[in-house]
């Protein structure tokens, strides 16, 4: 198997950041409320896909020296790496948390109703990229395993051939967390 450069991959780790953050707003009730029905499962259908593309090809980084004493979150040294990672596991935490009313603790997504519509803002954005370290700490250790497991046997495949495997088994995964979160 041959190893990616972190750096020719960034470019692609910012974009799928970017798209996750943009399905992360859209998880946000008033800006919902706002969008056509077909765009919340069209934006699902797409970040599982690119979830699982990105587990793929983080699965195939070479990340230089190992450190074999550290914790996984700082075994990943690219930035572009950690924010899609962890911009995709807020979006994938939020689906459950929002569809079957669940909150931890203190952490809830969903503004009370009652709050002003800049202060439901802020709190949807402070329960949600406002908590990147400790997405970021989840993501590197529930996330990041289980991508990996998942590219396991795509690493051994052409890069093309494995990415285009990656993205039909996160279609895969995309479309029964639609058919869960929906019913």
């Not at 972190?6 to 692609?12: D, F, G, H, N, S």
């Not at 700490?137 to 495997?165: D, E, H, K, N, Y």
């Amino acid at each position: 198997m041959t190893k990616l450069c972190p750096e020719a991959l960034a470019p692609y780790f910012i974009l799928a950041a970017l798209v996750h953050l943009v399905a992360i707003a859209t998880r946000f009730d008033t800006l919902a409320a706002t969008l056509p029905d077909v765009v919340a499962p069209a934006v699902m259908a797409t970040q599982f896909p690119l979830l699982i593309l990105s587990g793929y090809f983080e699965s195939r980084l070479d990340d230089g020296e190992s450190t074999p004493g550290l914790p996984k979150w700082m075994s990943i040294r690219s930035k572009p790496v950690k924010l899609a990672l962890t911009f995709g596991f807020i979006y994938v935490v939020l689906i459950p948390l929002q569809t079957w009313n669940i909150s931890i603790g203190p952490l809830d997504p969903t503004p009370p109703e009652t709050f002003p519509q800049a202060q439901r803002a802020i709190w949807f954005a402070m329960f949600s990229v406002g908590m990147f370290f400790p997405f970021y700490l989840a993501a590197t250790s529930l996330l990041v395993p289980v991508l990996r497991v998942i590219a396991f046997p795509m690493q051994r495949l052409p890069a093309v051939l494995g990415s285009l495997l990656a993205l039909t088994v996160g279609f895969a995964i995309g479309t029964l967390v639609l058919a869960l979160s929906t019913e």
